[in-house]
């Protein structure tokens, strides 16, 4: 499974995390999955990769935060992922 936090660096800059667990080969799957779509070329409308992590047995993708509502919310008309502020 994943989880999704709204972070700030140390700059400032708000971020979003997104953990991956890397204790089942489902969650390594779409770690690798989903960091060999994001680090395709940019396009301004999708949010940029600011870096992740493969230390330990969690797997982190750290994205640029979007203060509006999330892509799901407007194809779906509700949102499936929620942040939790750390």
Do not use: W
């Amino acid at each position: 499974g994943s989880s999704l936090l709204q972070g700030k660096l140390p700059d400032g800059q708000v971020i979003a995390v997104k953990r991956l667990s890397g204790r089942t080969s489902q969650g390594i799957v779409e770690f690798k999955n989903e960091a060999k779509v994001i680090a395709k070329p940019q396009h301004t409308n999708i949010v940029r990769l600011i870096g992740c992590s493969l230390h330990g047995p969690e797997r982190i993708l750290v994205y640029e935060f979007m203060p509006n509502k999330s892509l799901d919310f407007f194809i779906f008309g509700r949102s499936f992922s929620t942040f939790e502020t750390k």
